[in-house]
């Protein structure tokens, strides 16, 4: 003869907290629970490991107990999340904004490297300004901003420290953006590391060498510059998506490198470009009809493409693309 398995009490602690949980977010949505309060919870998450062992220990054996523990937790949540910087917690990071610049004189060229955070970052060109770089940056942590050099000079910014941790910040989203100015006047090497917070960069005026650009998890946009001369320009793509505007009239060569997020590279009309695909990658490569394919298997990709009246063209724009999964589109 088979015993009857024995049933357990049912677990009230998690659907509670769940509860709970939501009940505080929606209070912060509705403006009751101001959002500098929620990083309160965040830094407390160490105690949540020790009441899911006090559930496991006791709260599953009784039902009782599991809700009274729900019930109390839901309680701190609240009293944290309302009254946490009145019991002396430290709130959210405090927002600084903070300019920074360096003079252009007397730089003949310069080197500049950005290391873009989870803020949103506007890179442009400077009009009418004595300077090689002006910027206005809110952030959180602490700015590390060098200048070194005098005929050649070399300019790096990034973030380092405490990171925004988005909704939880005490401040208005628009203290939080990175306004970058880079002078027009010199020819610049511009290296940019992005971030999560997506980059919109206006290049169409700046006198470029060389450009190397690695994409993170925020969207970017990218215009590139008109040129007498030709410039270089490195692409490594991110989980963000990438859209990249190029110019008429102006010698290229271009490396991309895609990621997770989709590439779209928007050609002028009647341009002359020479088109390599090493490798397409699972999101494939589009390739714009009316192009000649010198080389490849037709079953894919990869191969090497050209529009027609490539060789006598005066400016000549040459791209090698190694594809990832999230698609490189030619348009």
Do not use: C
Request: glycine share 14%; aromatic share 6%.
């Amino acid at each position: 003869m088979q015993s009857e398995p024995v049933s357990r009490p049912p677990n009230l602690f998690w659907p509670i907290i769940l509860i709970g949980a939501g009940l505080i977010f929606l209070l912060g949505n509705l403006g009751v629970i101001q959002p500098s309060n929620l990083y309160i919870l965040v830094r407390l998450w160490p105690l949540i490991l020790i009441l899911i062992g006090l559930d496991i220990l006791i709260g599953r054996r009784s039902a009782w107990f599991g809700a009274l523990l729900g019930l109390f937790v839901v309680g701190v949540m609240l009293l944290v999340a309302v009254a946490g910087p009145a019991l002396g917690l430290p709130a959210g990071p405090e927002v600084k904004v903070e300019q920074f610049s360096a003079p252009l004189e007397p730089a003949a060229s310069a080197q500049v490297f950005l290391d873009l955070s989870s803020e949103h970052a506007d890179v442009h060109a400077l009009s009418s300004s004595a300077n090689l770089i002006e910027a206005t940056i809110g952030h959180t942590g602490e700015i590390d901003f060098q200048v070194e050099g005098t005929q050649d000079k070399t300019v790096r910014l990034q973030e380092t420290g405490e990171v925004n941790f988005g909704f939880m910040l005490p401040s208005n989203p628009e203290q939080l953006r990175w306004d970058i100015g880079l002078t027009s006047a010199i020819p610049l090497t511009l290296t940019v590391d992005g971030g999560s917070g997506g980059a919109t960069m206006d290049l169409s005026t700046l006198q470029l060498v060389d450009l190397v650009v690695n994409t993170g998890s925020g969207g970017t946009s990218l215009d590139l510059p008109a040129s007498t001369g030709p410039y270089t320009v490195d692409l490594d793509g991110g989980s963000g998506h990438l859209d990249v505007v190029l110019p008429a009239e102006t010698d290229i060569a271009m490396t991309l490198e895609g990621g997770s997020g989709g590439v779209t590279l928007d050609l002028p009309d009647g341009a002359a470009v020479h088109l390599e695909v090493q490798d397409s990658g699972s999101g494939g490569v589009r390739v714009p009809s009316g192009w000649e394919r010198l080389s490849g298997d037709s079953d894919d990709d990869e191969g090497v493409y050209q529009t027609p009246g490539y060789d006598q063209a005066a400016h000549k724009i040459t791209i090698r693309v190694d594809g990832g999964s999230g698609g490189v589109r030619l348009e």
